[in-house]
């Protein structure tokens, strides 16, 4: 079964220094991958996703991930980190064959931006 | 843009008590989903629908049921609610036909459900 494991369960920045949130996934085949993101009291948001085409994948608010097959990893990154960046973010896979595709959800590492 | 708007944004209610949270969504989507989100869990898959009147059951089923009369709404509901349903909510909807589509999942705001 596809899985993925958020490393750290917080991540605390200053503003304008770089963003690393790490999530290694298991799959038995090329999985799909995406990152989302929850802003407090706000529904999850897309922010980017990997189906197979270029390994590095850009997405909203300056946000990229690179798709490592060789370290199972999927890491997302941001070069400079902004006060609105403080939020929940997931890392998800696809789990499923030929049958029902369902999203499997990370634990969720909560983002923390300082002044 | 894409609209997934949940009923109530916070709901206290009773043990005991049947418990009914609405969905709605704007874009003609097929499938819909309901998931519960605890911390250090992340989102677990309650059930969902590909169709009209269609429905599946997800990961944590027990203690839950749904309904799916039109298109655009999709409830879920608590026969009857225990402490252990305290929890947020979150409501899905995507575009794909069916339950293989890997189309992009859009979330409502969320219904934060304090069961006493």
């Known amino acids: 079964a596809q899985s993925v494991t958020q490393l750290d369960s917080h991540v605390s920045v200053s503003e304008g220094t770089p963003v690393l949130l790490r999530c290694n996934y298991s799959?038995?085949?090329?999985?799909?991958l995406f990152w989302y993101v929850q802003h407090p009291n706000k529904g999850l948001q897309l922010l980017l996703k990997y189906t197979s085409a270029a390994t590095l994948v850009k997405g909203i608010n300056g946000f990229e991930a690179e798709f490592k097959k060789s370290e199972t990893s999927f890491h997302l990154t941001k070069p400079s980190a902004h006060m609105s960046d403080a939020a929940e973010y997931f890392c998800?896979?696809?789990?499923?064959?030929?049958?029902?595709?369902?999203?499997?959800f990370g634990t969720g590492t909560r983002l923390l931006v300082s002044p | 843009d894409v609209k997934v708007t949940q009923s109530s944004r916070y709901l206290v209610k009773r043990t005991g008590e049947k418990v009914f949270l609405e969905c709605v969504q704007d874009m003609d989507h097929e499938n819909m989903f309901w998931y519960r989100q605890d911390p250090g869990l992340g989102l677990r898959l309650i059930y969902f629908s590909y169709d009209v009147k269609m429905k599946e059951k997800g990961d944590i089923p027990e203690g839950y049921s749904v309904s799916r009369e039109k298109k655009e709404r999709f409830s879920l509901i608590l026969e009857s609610a225990s402490t252990n349903q305290t929890s947020m909510y979150l409501c899905?909807?995507?575009f794909g036909r069916g339950p293989a589509s890997t189309d992009t999942q859009y979330f409502g705001p969320g219904t934060r459900l304090t069961v006493l």
């Open positions: 799959s038995s085949y090329s999985p799909s």
């Open positions: 899905a909807s995507s």
């Open positions: 998800v896979v696809i789990q499923g064959g030929t049958g029902f595709q369902k999203l499997v």
